[in-house]
């Protein structure tokens, strides 16, 4: 079992940063894949980035060359720094941890970011 915790949502104005942190429980953080999703009002969750046990990285086309994703695995916490945001980065930001090429994993509560115009 992983427990989650994701921190560092709040309000910005367009053009601002943010950087989202997601603490994992338990000691199997380094052989985990960890992904950030996120979900605005009345639209479907979508994924935004993942970084892998290798240290490889993936981003969604809306958020590249704006989102990094990171990881501490002597903290146990993966990180998400947002810059140049966009009223349409608003959503919730949930972290996930997964094994490799494995489906479902476990989720944190999420974190809201705001972007304001």
């Known amino acids: 079992q992983v427990q989650l915790v994701e921190s560092g949502g709040g309000l910005v104005q367009a053009g601002g940063s943010l950087r989202l942190s997601c603490a994992a429980s338990?000691?199997?953080?380094?052989?985990?894949?960890m992904h950030w999703f996120r979900q605005a009002p009345g639209k479907e969750r979508e994924f935004v980035a993942s970084?892998?046990?290798?240290?490889?990285?993936y981003y969604a086309d809306s958020v590249k060359g704006r989102f990094t994703i990171s990881r501490d695995n002597a903290k146990n916490t993966v990180y998400l720094q947002m810059n140049s945001l966009k009223p349409e980065d608003t959503a919730v930001y949930y972290c996930?941890?997964?094994?490799?090429?494995?489906?479902?994993?476990?989720w944190g509560q999420g974190t809201q970011v705001t972007v304001s115009s």
């Open positions: 338990g000691r199997t953080f380094d052989i985990l894949d």
């Open positions: 996930n941890a997964r094994r490799p090429r494995t489906p479902g994993g476990f």
């Open positions: 970084i892998y046990v290798s240290g490889g990285t």
